[in-house]
């Protein structure tokens, strides 16, 4: 199964496929693509790429005090998301970053360990203005992944993302969408913000047996609320 590719441009020296984006998700496995989105099949998922993790994610993560929803705050300095938490399901996942592969589709974050997620690198920085993607698998053959929950996400809930120089990037959840694979919303997930945005992305919605794909994408949209430095 394949999406119409749109009009492509080159960016750092790969084939970006920048409109009508399709997500598209064979038993579980999550594959962004930007305008070409290719079903695994029988064979192996594309390599990703070496994951530069941080040390281990709190077990407990837990909401930062002060930090005010309706408050959209300036761009942060660049610094690499080394993970991300979400108290209110209780995600505290190691990231890594995730390139395109040779089709100019988003690669994909591996099964194991199912607890990581994936911040796409050619896009924003989180922190930095514009809207920064991060994915992540809903579940695997075995069991629940590291966004199982992530419809579970409510409006003003925090989403925050540790980054390489110990800053953490406090975002607020703007709405939640479960948007059909057929109907991706990409200008608005891959929108040109002049805030410092965040989107999360998974697979949702009933599973299709016959196509071997989940019916829908959850999508989560928040905004920059508060840089955090700890020890500051």
């Known amino acids: 199964m394949r999406a119409d590719p749109p009009p492509s441009r080159r960016t750092a020296g790969n084939r970006l496929l920048l409109a009508g984006a399709a997500a598209v998700?064979?038993?579980?496995?999550?594959?962004?693509?930007?305008?070409?989105?290719?079903?695994?099949?029988?064979?192996?998922a594309p390599a990703p790429m070496a994951a530069r993790q941080s040390r281990s994610p709190a077990a407990s993560p837990k909401d930062l005090p002060g930090v005010r929803a309706s408050k959209v705050a300036g761009p942060m300095r660049a610094a690499?998301?080394?993970?991300?938490?979400?108290?209110?399901?209780?995600?505290?996942?190691?990231?890594?970053?995730?390139?395109?592969?040779?089709?100019g589709a988003i690669q994909n974050p591996p099964?194991?360990?199912?607890?990581?997620?994936?911040?796409?690198?050619?896009?924003?920085?989180?922190g930095q203005r514009g809207a920064?993607?991060?994915t992540g698998h809903l579940d695997t053959r075995t069991g629940p992944a590291v966004f199982a929950r992530l419809k579970e996400v409510k409006r003003g809930a925090q989403v925050q993302v540790?980054?390489?120089?110990?800053?953490?990037?406090v975002f607020v959840v703007d709405k939640v969408e479960h948007a059909p694979k057929r109907g991706f919303p990409a200008k608005k997930v891959y929108a040109k913000l002049r805030y410092p945005g965040l989107r999360l992305v998974t697979c949702g919605g009933a599973f299709d047996r016959q196509a071997h794909s989940y019916e829908e994408n959850t999508i989560v949209y928040a905004h920059l609320a508060a840089p955090y430095y700890p020890g500051r």
């Open 111 to 126: 099964f194991n360990p199912p607890n990581l997620a994936g911040w796409y690198r050619y896009g924003p920085v989180p």
């Open 162 to 169: 540790l980054r390489a120089d110990r800053s953490v990037a």
């Open 132 to 134: 920064a993607v991060i």
């Open 25 to 44: 998700s064979i038993a579980g496995v999550l594959l962004i693509g930007l305008g070409v989105s290719g079903a695994l099949g029988g064979g192996a």
């Open 80 to 103: 690499r998301p080394t993970a991300v938490y979400i108290p209110s399901i209780g995600v505290a996942a190691p990231l890594m970053e995730l390139g395109l592969d040779a089709d």
